[in-house]
């Protein structure tokens, strides 16, 4: 079954090179792509091997293959977004950030909770370098464009 060799992957995972992770990434995403039933599982597994050591190929693989389960699964949005706003929090690589705060601001609208979302953008507003700051000020914009609900709030923080 998926389960069984998901924990079988898990075993070895670090003991392997991020280039045969980043072929495991790709074929991980193949599989859920072909039964998407057992995304839970899957997204679970790509958000624990994403917060492991790594270097940038091997998180941007693990990010675009999330990525592209969200948009071919719409059920693993949210679940997705959720991973991925864990993630931003202690990302090192500003482009991932970066894409994943665009994702935010392009998804994030859609869900049916998307005021959860401005506490994780918000926060690279604070904390991060310039280019990852702008980011997160564009995701809040196209929250506040998009749920008009959210409008105030993202003023009263953005001033």
């Given at each position: 079954?998926?389960?069984?060799?998901?924990?079988?992957?898990?075993?070895?995972?670090?003991?392997i090179?991020d280039?045969?992770?980043?072929?495991?990434?790709?074929?991980?995403?193949?599989?859920?792509?072909?039964?998407?039933?057992?995304?839970?599982?899957?997204?679970?597994?790509?958000?624990t091997?994403?917060?492991e050591?790594?270097?940038?190929?091997?998180k941007?693989?693990?990010?675009?293959?999330?990525?592209t389960?969200?948009?071919?699964?719409?059920?693993?949005?949210?679940?997705?977004?959720?991973?991925?706003?864990?993630?931003?929090?202690?990302?090192?690589f500003?482009?991932?950030?970066?894409?994943?705060?665009?994702?935010?601001?392009?998804?994030?609208?859609?869900?049916?909770n998307?005021?959860?979302?401005?506490?994780?953008?918000?926060?690279?507003?604070?904390?991060?370098?310039?280019?990852?700051?702008?980011?997160?000020?564009a995701?809040?914009?196209?929250?506040a464009?998009?749920?008009?609900?959210?409008?105030?709030?993202?003023?009263?923080?953005?001033?």
């Amino acid at each position: 079954s998926v389960d069984r060799l998901m924990k079988s992957i898990t075993e070895f995972m670090n003991d392997i090179a991020d280039e045969l992770k980043i072929v495991l990434v790709d074929a991980i995403q193949t599989l859920c792509l072909k039964f998407p039933k057992k995304y839970e599982t899957l997204l679970n597994f790509l958000s624990t091997v994403l917060r492991e050591e790594g270097g940038f190929e091997y998180k941007r693989s693990i990010v675009g293959s999330m990525l592209t389960l969200m948009d071919q699964i719409a059920d693993s949005r949210e679940s997705g977004l959720d991973h991925l706003c864990e993630f931003i929090e202690d990302c090192e690589f500003p482009e991932l950030s970066i894409q994943i705060l665009h994702m935010l601001g392009e998804m994030g609208p859609e869900t049916s909770n998307p005021a959860r979302y401005i506490r994780f953008i918000f926060n690279r507003v604070i904390l991060e370098l310039p280019s990852v700051r702008a980011a997160a000020v564009a995701a809040l914009g196209k929250l506040a464009t998009v749920v008009p609900n959210l409008r105030e709030n993202v003023l009263v923080l953005l001033k």
